[in-house]
C-alpha cells in the first residue's frame, strides 16, 4: 500500500518568509510524528499527534513552530518568519504497532 | 551525555565480512529500540526492532540487546557494497512515544 507522503519535497525560502509543509500518513494510522534532521545528525523529535489531538509538542524548537492535525489525518507543519537555522530536513512519520515508517522528507533551505 | 551515543565511524569492512554496529542509551527505563537504515539523501528505513535482552535474527541482520549494560548492537552478515549507508540508533524512552535517535554510524562496504 502507498507509504508516507510529504509535500513539497523541496522549499527554498527567503529569510522571514512563512512556510507550510504537508504529511500523508499511512490510511489509517493513528499516531503522526514531525522530526527535523540537520545535516550529519539523526532525527530530533518535534511533535506527535495522535488523531487530531497534539498530544507533544516539546520538540519545537520556538514558537515560530506550530503544527496541526485537524481531521486526524493529514498534517500541517507551519514555520513564521523562517530563519537560517531552519534549514533541514522535516521528517514526517506515521506509527502502527510501535514502528514508525518515515515519509520522504520536505528538504528546506532558507536564504 | 547524549540520551543515545554511536561512533559517526565510517567504519569500513570489506565486502563478505561482518559489520558491527553499536549503540549506548543513558534512558535506563527504555523498553523499545530499533536500527533504521538511511542513504545518502533518503528517509530512515526500519531494519530491525527490538524488545527484549537477548539477540533477534531476521535474515543477514542480528539485532542484540543488553539493558543492564543500557547497549544495543546491530550485526551486519556477508556484508554487501548495498549495505553502505548511516544506521540509525532509536530508542522509546520511558513513558515516551516518540523516537530519541543517535547521530549514526555511517557503514562503507568495500568491493
Known amino acids: 500500500g502507498a507509504g508516507v507522503s510529504q509535500s513539497p519535497r523541496y522549499k527554498v525560502a527567503k529569510r522571514g518568509q512563512d512556510v507550510a509543509l504537508r504529511c500523508d500518513p499511512i490510511s489509517g494510522h493513528v499516531s503522526l510524528f514531525w522530526y527535523q534532521q540537520a545535516l550529519g545528525q539523526g532525527p530530533e523529535f518535534l511533535t506527535y499527534?495522535?488523531?487530531?489531538?497534539?498530544?507533544?509538542k516539546s520538540g519545537l524548537p520556538s514558537d515560530r513552530f506550530f503544527a496541526e492535525r485537524p481531521e486526524g489525518s493529514v498534517s500541517t507543519l507551519k514555520i513564521q518568519r523562517t530563519q537560517q537555522e531552519d534549514s533541514a530536513v522535516y521528517l514526517c512519520?506515521?506509527?502502527?504497532?510501535?514502528?514508525?515508517?518515515f515519509g520522504p522528507g520536505t528538504r528546506l533551505l532558507v536564504l | 551525555q547524549k540520551e543515545v551515543e554511536q561512533n559517526s565511524g565510517p567504519l569500513s569492512v570489506p565486502e563478505g565480512a561482518i559489520a558491527s554496529l553499536n549503540c549506548t542509551y543513558s534512558d535506563r527505563g527504555s523498553q523499545s529500540f530499533f536500527w533504521y537504515r538511511q542513504y545518502s539523501g533518503k528517509s530512515p528505513e526500519l531494519i530491525m526492532s527490538?524488545?527484549?535482552?537477548g539477540d533477534k535474527e531476521d535474515g543477514r541482520f542480528t539485532a542484540q540487546l543488553n539493558k543492564a549494560s543500557q547497549y544495543v548492537s546491530l550485526l551486519i552478515r556477508d556484508s554487501q557494497p548495498s549495505d553502505s549507508a548511516t544506521y540509525l540508533c532509536a530508542v522509546k524512552g520511558t513513558g515516551r512515544r516518540a523516537l530519541t535517535f543517535g547521530s549514526g554510524t555511517r557503514l562503507q562496504v568495500q568491493p
Open positions: 512519520a506515521s506509527e502502527s504497532q510501535e514502528t514508525q515508517y
Open positions: 499527534f495522535q488523531n487530531e489531538a497534539q498530544l507533544d
Open positions: 527490538i524488545y527484549s535482552n
